[in-house]
């Protein structure tokens, strides 16, 4: 394995750090996700550059880019596409929507109609679009990066569960450190420095592959799945904070901290896997995936409170 200072996907961070103060795990993640590949759910309030953060990462690289901000009265057209009659041949044809790119960032995608978000499902799941009798295929690699405002709730349609399991990550950013505070209006007040592209999609795909034959040991991989079965209630799985979960991760969790840890392993220039990766990643593969009761919901619990105890109940490797 070669060493970090070698690893493809610095310059990549570098170019990124440019526009992006702090917020050194987002853009982590987000790297994690482009190895993977998978999709990746950003959740934070207004001004946190969520959508600034998704749209340097594509200039910083040679990919294609669309961005579709979510509203009510957005249909699944226009997102995916649809037919065009023309008149001349009397026949129909395909016009691809914005989804046909490799990075498609779907912007406060709570705000439009569940009819839109299915259209999203066979896109992020099958990575193709059905038009008509067609199928066509999505660019390789494809990732959806979706933001949503956690605190507007009136006019929005909170995402269903199973589209929300296509998610490979769910992020909450933060507000940022009185020194990152600084630094931002420190930029600012000057000229920005131009982001260049330094990746190309077979690149990073290729980059994809070597985390993909990152060495994971047994035991380690027997540990993610004693983490995901202990999220499904069942009286010889009882450790406290199970009573608060309603409904576990699915199996697509075990497979989503594989993957994501081999890569983040990749990341840090090593050739095997450490517990630590899977402790660090479950955090943001499980928050989306497992839903509280009702009553844990009325009294204020979290599903980030519930991962803790999780770990902490977990026996390591």
């Known amino acids: 394995m070669q060493s970090p200072e070698l ?7 570098a170019e990124c750090r440019k526009v992006i103060v702090g917020q050194p795990q ?3 993640r987000l790297l994690v996700a482009l190895l993977v590949p998978g999709h990746v759910l950003l959740e934070g309030l207004p001004g946190l550059a969520k959508t600034r953060a998704v749209k340097t990462l594509a200039a910083a690289s ?7 901000q979510f509203t009510p009265d957005l249909l699944p057209s226009d997102v995916v596409g649809t037919l065009v009659f023309d008149p001349r041949s009397l026949s129909f044809s395909p016009r691809k929507g914005p989804v046909f790119a490799n990075l498609l960032l779907a912007d406060e995608i709570n705000r439009a109609p569940s009819k839109v978000q299915s259209a999203l499902l066979e896109a992020m799941e099958e990575r193709q679009v059905t038009l008509g009798e067609d199928s066509f295929p999505l660019p390789d690699p494809f990732l959806v990066l979706a ?7 009136e006019g929005t349609f909170p995402l269903p569960e199973a589209q929300m ?14 020194r990152e505070e600084g630094e931002v209006l420190r930029r600012a007040g000057g000229q920005e420095e131009a982001v260049r592209p330094v990746m190309t999609g077979g690149e990073i795909l290729e980059a994809g592959r070597l985390a993909h034959q990152v060495r994971l040991d047994d035991a380690i991989r027997d540990y993610i799945v004693r983490l995901v079965q202990a999220t499904r209630p069942g009286p010889a799985r009882a450790w406290k904070g199970l009573e608060l ?3 576990g991760a699915s199996p697509r969790a075990s497979l989503a901290l594989q993957a994501s840890a081999k890569a983040l ?30 009553e844990a919901e009325a009294d204020g619990a ?10 902490a109940a977990t026996p390591r490797p």
């Not at 220039?269 to 928050?287: K, M, Y």
């Not at 979290?302 to 770990?311: G, H």
């Open 7 to 13: 690893n493809p996907l610095d310059a990549l961070l």
């Open 26 to 28: 987002l853009l982590n």
């Open 62 to 68: 040679h990919m294609s880019f669309r961005r579709v």
């Open 147 to 153: 933001t949503q405002n956690p605190l507007e709730q």
């Open 165 to 178: 399991d296509r998610f490979l990550f769910k992020l909450r950013v933060d507000y940022p450190s009185a």
């Open 245 to 247: 979960v309603r409904c």
């Open 265 to 294: 392993a990749f990341l840090g220039g090593r050739d095997h896997v450490l517990p630590d990766d899977v402790t660090a990643l479950a955090p943001d593969v499980l928050r989306h995936r497992l839903l509280l009761t009702f």
């Open 302 to 311: 979290t599903t980030d409170e519930v991962i803790k105890a999780l770990l």
